[in-house]
């Protein structure tokens, strides 16, 4: 660590730097933040950093008070879609680039040349063939028609062949294989446990994805209960039009739920340490 | 990898198109058998029916209407406004064969939809309830003499004017266009901030309303072709007006319900707005402050004028029947309860639905008497003038089958205008000319006269 | 595929790599000639890798063969529209629709002119990011790190009000600040709105490239700085000498996405729409494949258009790559 005693010139600067930084990326979520607390009046006839008349009780109350507690459903469901889709995501991804990594066989090259011109069709396209194929078999307008289409993340499998390649050296399979263990072993106990930062990575950036994913939820439901979150704000931000209401409840509403993503990120930063504690065992 | 996408593109054709004729086909699987008076169901096995739309909280409107009709049940999905992707999603629907049986469409957008094949014909259903709305607003469901929806409500158009500062500034709420330019002239004198209104370049249903007040009218039907008159001598005089007022400095040119415009509202920059009915709630909520203040005026009139005249923002909304429901006998009694029961027209009233389609309001209450909106507006019934205003529409205006287009294109067009790229008449006929080339790449029929 | 490997092998991890006492560099033969290996390698490959492809052929490949077929129809009414339409094979009339539409190619024009104001951009922002925070003298990291992570949790819809807000002029502390000091502030102009567009972008994204590029850094064996520190070097000269070329691999796989992200971009212009006059609705590809799609219900034509967009973003991407990977080793 750095001297304790007295900061260096070279920290100062490297922490005003950091600072500025920092502003920067949550002036914007300081707004939010403030804004949650007004009415609508006031969110648009008051200074921007600043709440003369704060409320923000009233407004959290109807919030999720509103349509039967509408709300809390969608945060709900929100965490079920990510949440799970995201598990599989990584397990997936882990499987498909680990075995990339570690195995050389045939079309292998090809395979991953596909997966990553995957990520090169917009995806706001993709919709609505999606919706048409998912019809065919009766699956639009379900859970699933929202958690299938995300459990693939073509950029996780990239991130995990990578980590695979560069962290697992080959001679730890080779001495696990001497040991007798199996490949399945192999992978459950030792790769996922080598591969884990890159893995708490993966699951990180595919949940905040299907977080914010809005167009597949968009086309494939129509029942309000089960939206995820990001389509119930902007289905009450369209409102607005109608009934300036909505501004409170969708500014409020946007602020609980970036609250519970930024809570849910600083809770897998403690595994993400853990993971990369792991990752240096192999030393 | 190239033939494995060529064998995957070929099952999936196929299979595409194993379900697309599964789809059309499903739709005249059943006879129309029952008649118009099995509408009314059979309460031990009710039908179900499905709904959506976007108007916030109509749910109550849906729950009367299912506590008086035991035989039906409808069940009410709240979607995405149809411009966002609600149209999207429906017209999906209607392919893939699980579309709902009635569903919110506007005015503007039924003619894209029966040219997508998406709407149920229920003429035997609906023609003996006709006489019950008003007449420009049965019209929009009415295509070749068949019936494919059924009105909800419009928007008509009057302008919405801080009264309180006119008095101050010594005008009156202009009769006319000329007047509307000399108080937008006044008011720049006398206050350094304010404007009498703003040109909303982002907002294609109002430039479209200008228009249409203006008299000739943009698209019509001449045999089995489409004639469009965009740029006619009406419109341009609507156009050549705006571009004086913009070149004069008389307006703002902020677009309108964007933060911006809604804090102009609040601190009176923007002392009046020519709105649609709904228009009232957008005030009340952004700037309460200003309560008593406002006052609605009718539309400015065009010298030389025949007779009043106004218009409808973006037309209105209708509940369509979709096609490939099962129960367009069922469907069509709900939509027509729904915007023509007195006790569901208030409770859709208070809801912001916007201005009712039935031409006998005497009976919904919240129309003679309206406590949360009267004192606003200076204890002035407002819905006198937009009652006025609603038969003031014309007869003849017809949306095409490429509104999404016309919108896109036309504020695009404004757009450019405002930014000094050429000027807002040139806008009309640019925006005359990519409609006629929409209309021909649909595979219809068009005669293309500027008028 | 890695260059983080072909570099890699030269410190700490190479040197395991060699087996005890066996044929050095050829470990992988080795394991596959023992018995139990040679039993079933290729069950357990498949058990590991047919997961994620069924996933993926189903759910990518499968959409994506769908528009490609709708790309090469056109539904045609006729007379007044009144019958319903009929389905025609149209071949590559749709294509070619689209290439002669003055606005669509001149939304990819837009979109080449943006991604040479954001790439660098982006590239230079989450470089120096993630170099900040891995140095030795940075505290707080794990309060930096989600701080600058945060805008990319932050949802386009919350995103467009935000950016509504601070980009208006009657409503942003923002403006209010810049015009107090006398600085330029119309954010919304025809002049500066790709720049604007660039700052909500950079907001969102450049701390997920910093992720991305700290596990890079993180994967770097401490013992190259040990000795880089034995030797004298500040933390400058170890931040250009050795961390940036031993992450080579993902500033190279950031460009790319960025790359991409901005040749398909969507969500900020999208919502910056309703508040200039400076965005029409074809102002970017995607932007007006999107308004085929949901606002003319026109799918054949998006479909051909995402087509282009699709192809346009494999040929820059992987010209780049091939540019990148002929000056030095292969980035994947």
């Given amino acids: 660590m750095v001297d304790r005693r007295r900061l260096s010139p070279a920290t100062v600067v490297v922490l005003a730097l950091l600072t500025a930084a920092a502003v920067y990326f949550l002036l914007p979520v300081a707004w939010v933040l403030i804004a949650a607390t007004k009415s609508s009046a006031d969110l648009f006839g008051t200074f921007g950093l600043w709440s003369p008349d704060p409320q923000l009780g009233a407004n959290l109350g109807r919030l999720f008070g509103a349509e039967d507690g509408l709300f809390g459903r969608w945060i709900l469901n929100s965490f079920l879609y990510a949440g799970v889709s995201a598990l599989i995501a990584t397990l997936l991804s882990a499987g498909a680039g680990y075995a990339m990594a570690k195995y050389p066989f045939r079309g292998r090259e090809l395979l991953f040349n596909l997966v990553l011109a995957g990520v090169l069709v917009p995806a706001t396209v993709l919709a609505l063939p999606t919706y048409l194929i998912f019809s065919e078999v009766g699956l639009t307008g379900t859970f699933w028609s929202v958690l299938l289409p995300s459990i693939v993340s073509p950029f996780g499998v990239y991130l995990a062949r990578i980590q695979a390649h560069a962290a697992i050296p080959d001679a730890l399979l080779e001495a696990a294989r001497l040991d007798g263990a199996g490949e399945y072993r192999i992978f459950f106990r030792i790769a996922v446990r080598v591969m884990s930062p890159a893995l708490v990575t993966i699951f990180l950036f595919q949940f905040i994805g299907v977080w914010n994913n809005y167009f597949l939820p968009l086309v494939m439901l129509s029942d309000q209960r089960l939206y995820p979150v990001t389509l119930g704000l902007a289905q009450w931000n369209s409102q607005t039009f109608r009934d300036p209401a909505f501004f409170e409840l969708t500014v409020t509403g946007a602020a609980v739920s970036a609250l519970l993503l930024v809570l849910t990120m600083a809770s897998l930063q403690r595994f993400w340490r853990a993971g990369l504690t792991a990752g240096s065992v192999k030393e | 990898m190239g033939s494995r996408i060529r064998t995957a593109a070929g099952a999936l054709a196929a299979a595409a198109a194993l379900g697309l004729a599964a789809a059309c086909g499903g739709g005249g699987g059943e006879e129309p058998a029952k008649s118009a008076a099995a509408a009314s169901g059979d309460p031990a096995n009710p039908v179900e029916l499905t709904f959506w739309s976007w108007v916030p909280n109509i749910q109550k409107a849906v729950d009367a209407f299912n506590a008086k ?81 059924i009105p909800q409500a419009s928007g008509p158009m009057a302008f919405y004017y801080r009264k309180d500062l006119f008095d101050k500034w010594g005008i009156e709420a202009p009769k006319t266009w000329d007047d509307f330019a000399a108080a937008a002239k006044t008011i720049r004198e006398k206050d350094d901030s304010a404007y009498i209104s703003t040109f909303a370049a982002n907002q294609a249903p109002w ?45 703002k040119t902020e677009a309108d319900m964007s933060n911006g415009w809604y804090k102009d509202l609040q601190t009176g920059d923007i002392a009046g707005w020519i709105g649609g009915s709904w228009g009232d709630a957008i005030i009340r909520g952004n700037a309460p402050k200003t309560s008593g203040k406002w006052a609605v005026a009718p539309m400015p009139q065009w010298p030389g004028a025949a007779k009043f005249a106004s218009a409808s923002w973006g037309g209105g909304s209708a509940s369509a029947v979709l096609k490939g429901t099962d129960h367009p006998a069922e469907a069509t009694a709900f939509a027509v309860w729904l915007t023509s029961d007195p006790e569901s027209v208030n409770i859709l009233l208070s809801a912001g639905y916007g201005w009712p389609s039935i031409k ?42 490429v509104s999404d287009a016309l919108y896109s294109t036309l504020t695009d067009n404004a757009k450019a205008a405002v930014e000094g790229d050429g000027t807002l008449a040139d806008a009309f006929a640019k925006t005359q000319t990519a409609m006629v080339e929409q209309l021909k790449a649909k595979g219809l029929n068009v005669v293309a006269t500027g008028g | 595929m890695a260059g983080t490997t072909g570099t890699r092998t030269t410190g700490a991890a190479g040197a395991r790599e060699t087996p005890p006492g066996g044929a050095s560099g050829r470990p992988r033969r080795a394991a596959h000639t023992r018995s139990r290996a040679r039993r079933g390698p290729r069950l357990h490959v498949a058990v590991f890798v047919a997961p994620f492809f069924v996933a993926f052929s189903l759910f990518f490949i499968a959409p994506i063969c769908y528009a490609l077929y709708e790309s090469f129809f056109t ?5 007044l529209g009144l019958t319903e339409p009929t389905i025609e094979f149209s071949g590559l009339a749709n294509y070619a629709t689209a290439l002669s539409s003055p606005a669509f190619v001149g939304s990819l024009g837009r979109v080449l002119v943006f991604a040479a104001i954001e790439v660098p951009i982006m590239v230079v922002s989450a470089l120096a990011l993630a170099l900040l925070l891995d140095s030795a003298r940075a505290r707080w990291r794990a309060f930096f790190r989600v701080s600058f992570f945060l805008p990319y949790g932050v949802p386009g819809v919350v995103a467009s009000l935000l950016w509504g807000f601070l980009y208006v002029p009657q409503t942003s502390p923002l403006i209010d600040i810049l015009s107090a000091v006398g600085l330029p502030h119309d954010f919304l102009g025809p002049g500066t709105i790709l720049f604007s567009i660039a700052n909500i972008a950079t907001w969102q994204f450049a701390g997920y490239n910093m992720l991305v590029l700290i596990a890079g850094l993180q994967a770097i064996p401490q013992e190259l700085y040990e000795a880089a520190r034995v030797d004298g070097a500040s933390e400058l000269r170890i931040a250009w000498h050795v961390k940036i070329p031993m992450v080579r691999a993902p500033i190279i796989l950031i460009t790319v996405f960025t790359l991409i992200g901005t040749l398909q971009l969507f969500v900020e212009p999208l919502i910056l729409k309703p508040l200039t006059t400076a965005i029409n609705s074809d102002f970017t590809p995607n932007l007006a494949a999107y308004n085929q799609a949901f606002g003319q219900s026109n799918i054949n034509l998006a479909s051909a258009e995402a087509t282009i967009i699709a192809i346009i973003s494999f040929v820059v991407s992987f010209g780049f790559l091939r540019v990148v990977n002929r000056k030095g080793n292969r980035a994947w």
Wanted: aromatic share 12%.
């Fill in chain 2, 360 to 401: 006998d309001t005497s009976r919904i209450p919240n129309l003679q008497q309206d406590d949360t909106v009267f004192p606003f507006y200076g204890g002035q019934n407002i819905w006198d003038v937009f009652k006025e205003a609603d038969a003031a529409v014309g007869l003849d205006w017809r949306w095409p089958p």
């Fill in chain 2, 207 to 251: 430039m479209i309303a200008l228009a249409q007040q203006a008299g000739q009218q943009w698209f019509s039907t001449e045999g089995d072709a489409w004639k469009v008159t965009i740029d006619n001598p009406d419109t341009r005089r609507m156009a050549g007006f705006w571009q004086k007022m913009l070149d004069d400095k008389l307006v």
């Fill in chain 3, 75 to 79: 539904l045609q009414s006729s007379g």
């Fill in chain 2, 69 to 149: 009709h035991p035989g039906i049940k409808v069940k009410l999905e709240t979607i995405t406004p149809g411009p966002d992707g609600g149209y999207a999603k429906m017209l999906a629907g209607v392919k893939a064969g699980n579309a709902p049986d009635v569903a919110q469409v506007g005015y503007d957008s039924l003619p894209s939809f029966l040219v997508n094949g998406a709407l149920e014909d229920i003429t035997q259903y609906a023609e003996k309830d006709a006489a019950k709305f008003v007449d420009w607003q049965w019209q929009t469901g009415v295509f070749g003499g068949k019936v494919y929806s």
